[in-house]
């Protein structure tokens, strides 16, 4: 946590500049693309990585569909995950939090910029609701991501947890192609306070799986197939240190 508390002592004065901006563009997004509102989020990542020494190596590009709308699902490793994600993605994307969380001051912004998505945890009809509104936009070529473990641990030493099979209903629901996404050391970023100062983290975009792989697949099979190949992954660069 030192380092997410050093991000925001030292950037202080550009994370009031960007709130203030942001909130502005938020109340008239009819003169803003999304392309500007994705850019200028990225923008914001940016910069604060740069001021902190954070680097994040993005693998696999050549993977991403490059037509339509697609999900992806990755392990979770705390504040960096989405940031580290946006820093590699060239596309507009968007992605799903737990409502409660998400007025923080910035994620708040950050959120609205690229017209995510707010899940209450605990009512799964208001869930549904949101999944079928996804579906849709996903159908008409948005991107999405969507943590399929929920949670994550502080000082998550690059574990990964279940994947619920839930999380891949909205992938049945749009039947876009699922990009599995293994993320490598982004909880030494803000969840760690084993780790201080400069850190790279790594994100793999891995293979798709598109729908007519996946379509006659139990959600729990699904699950257990994206967890697997993330898993890999993770193995495999872990051997390579």
């Known amino acids: 946590m030192r380092n997410y508390y050093h991000t925001i002592i030292i950037n202080i004065f550009r994370i009031i500049y960007y709130v203030l901006k942001s909130r502005i563009w938020i109340r008239h997004k009819d003169k803003h693309s999304e392309e500007a509102r994705y850019k200028l989020a990225n923008e914001m990542v ?3 990585n740069r001021s902190s020494g954070y680097k994040t190596i993005g693998y696999g590009l050549e993977n991403l569909p490059k037509e339509g ?3 992806l699902y990755p392990n979770h490793q705390g504040k960096y995950d989405v940031l580290g994600i946006f820093n590699t993605h060239e596309k507009p994307l968007s992605f799903i939090m737990d409502e409660k969380r998400s007025h923080i001051i910035l994620v708040r912004e950050f959120l609205d910029l690229v017209d995510g998505k707010r ?9 549904i609701e949101v999944f ?5 936009e996903l159908q008409s070529g948005r991107k999405f991501i969507l943590f399929p473990e929920g949670g994550y641990k502080e000082n998550n030493n690059n574990v990964v947890e279940s994947f619920k099979p839930g999380s891949f209903k909205l992938a049945k629901m749009s039947k876009v192609p699922i990009v599995p996404v293994a993320l490598v050391d982004s909880y030494k970023v803000y969840n760690s306070d084993e780790h201080y ?3 790279t983290t790594y994100v793999y975009y891995l293979e798709p799986i598109m729908y007519e792989e996946y379509k006659d697949l139990k959600t729990q099979e699904i699950a257990r197939i994206v ?4 898993k890999d992954k993770i193995a495999e660069h ?3 240190q």
Request: net charge positive; glycine share 6%; aromatic share 4%.
């Open 46 to 48: 940016t910069k604060m």
């Open 69 to 71: 709308g697609y999900m």
């Open 119 to 127: 899940l209450e945890m605990d009512n799964p009809r208001q869930t």
């Open 132 to 136: 079928r509104e996804m579906a849709e």
């Open 197 to 199: 100062g400069p850190v």
């Open 227 to 230: 967890e697997k190949r993330i």
């Open 238 to 240: 872990l051997a390579k």
